[in-house]
């Protein structure tokens, strides 16, 4: 009587297909993250919201070259969108808002000055009037 002896066959295609699932997976999220970034909204709403208060604050009679650059690049902003350049699109909005927030702090800094001006000139005034009132010319 002749034993057979039974081995399990191996299971190769299981195999095979274990072994592509993680590649074919990684594959897929590779194919992802190669689309179109999406549009930079919030950037470009900050960048917005720079310029209108800037605006608002008057800062062009102060730093008019600065809000100019950033109008400009707001608008190139708004072109990168239009030509599905995001990634360019996020840098010019960040620039933009940039230049808007320099342009008030460059208005406010020439504001103070005038302020401080204005007091100055207050002052020798005043010290000017208090000698003519003691006769110490």
Known sequence: MAHTL????A???HLLSWGLAPAFTALLLLSGCASTPKPPTSALQAAEQAIASAERASVAD???????????KLSATHSAVQEQKMILAQ????QARADAELASALAEVAKARVVNEQMQKG????KMEMKRKTGDQ
């Open 6 to 9: 039974h081995l399990p066959q």
């Open 11 to 13: 299971k190769s295609h």
């Open 62 to 72: 102060y730093a008019a070259v600065e809000l100019s650059t950033a109008r400009d």
């Open 91 to 94: 840098r010019l909005a960040q």
């Open 123 to 126: 002052t020798e005034t005043l």
